[in-house]
């Protein structure tokens, strides 16, 4: 079984990332064959620094390799270095109807958030996504809720192809986590958790202690004081009895019984205690990294082969199939 999924490298990782993908991606590549980039194409379909984004790059993948991803097991390597993921999703856009592209929620949503940077880029971002998963033949692609839809997509691009020119492609599935596949915003719990919002609106994997607790307590509840999971009416409270839930791995049923009768409070301290013991790993192992520059590159030059070697035989078989020469 092959999996394939990554991530954007466009700022701090927070614990929506790590519940909604990693945390599944270690599961994962224990028991299967696993490929994780850093998609720096797609990070640059938002606005972006470019001064900054070799320095994210390196920043996104010691935060892989603090929350415990083993280059050992799988491979990894940036995007941008195997020309064929950009190859492949212009040829995917021409079997792709416009509208298919138009519909998706996160075109709408980045769109809205910047109306100033609406690019093509931006509209063909699940077309390079397809790219990303199908010319490695993934069979599951462990992502976060918000991404499903994208995940759908490249199945239906994949069949469309294969009817088109012949079977080339495996139609992917979608791996979401039973519980944590969306995290909502401390600040706004109707929206979901971003790297891109306001700091106070996340828990960064590499937060420091007194960072988490400040975040956490003036995290949005509602005024009713009562601990109870309701995802329509107390957004605010259910986030929160969620990252506790992922966290503490008790259902939140029990966690509800635990905290009956005790005040927004406490619950909140309650849950800065457990963030802060449960992030501290990450936080040593991320300083432990830091200089590993030559290591670092070595590992990301290495899983480059490997990568190259699937993707260019994919893609000779994509091109046979489209009468194009090889
Ligand atoms: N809030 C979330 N809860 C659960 N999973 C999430 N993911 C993102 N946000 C949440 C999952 O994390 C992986 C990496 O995301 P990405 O960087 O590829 O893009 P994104 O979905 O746009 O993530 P962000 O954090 O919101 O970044 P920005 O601010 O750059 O847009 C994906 O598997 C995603 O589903």
Known sequence: MRIFSGIRPTGELHIGNYLGAIKQWLALQKRAECIFCIVDLHA??????????QKNIKKLFIAY???????????????????EHSELAWLLGTITPLGELKRMTQFKEKAKKHPEYINVGLLNYPLLMASDILIYNTDLVPVGKDQQQHVELSRLIARKFNNTFGKVFKEPKVFLAKSGAKIMSLTEPTKKM???????????LFDKAEDIRK????????SEKIIKYDALRKPGISNLLTIYSCFSNKPIKEIEKEFKNIGYRIFKEKLSQLLIEKLEIFRKKEKEFKNKTAEIEKILKQGEKRAQIIASATMKKVKEKMGLSK
């Open 194 to 204: 971003s790297k891109t919002d306001n700091p106070n609106s996340s828990i960064d």
């Open 65 to 83: 390799l603090a929350a415990g991803l083993n280059p050992k097991k799988s491979i990894f390597f940036i995007q941008s270095q195997i020309k």
């Open 215 to 222: 975040k956490i307590m003036v995290a949005t509840t509602d």
């Open 44 to 53: 640059i379909t938002t606005p972006y620094e470019p001064k900054e984004l």
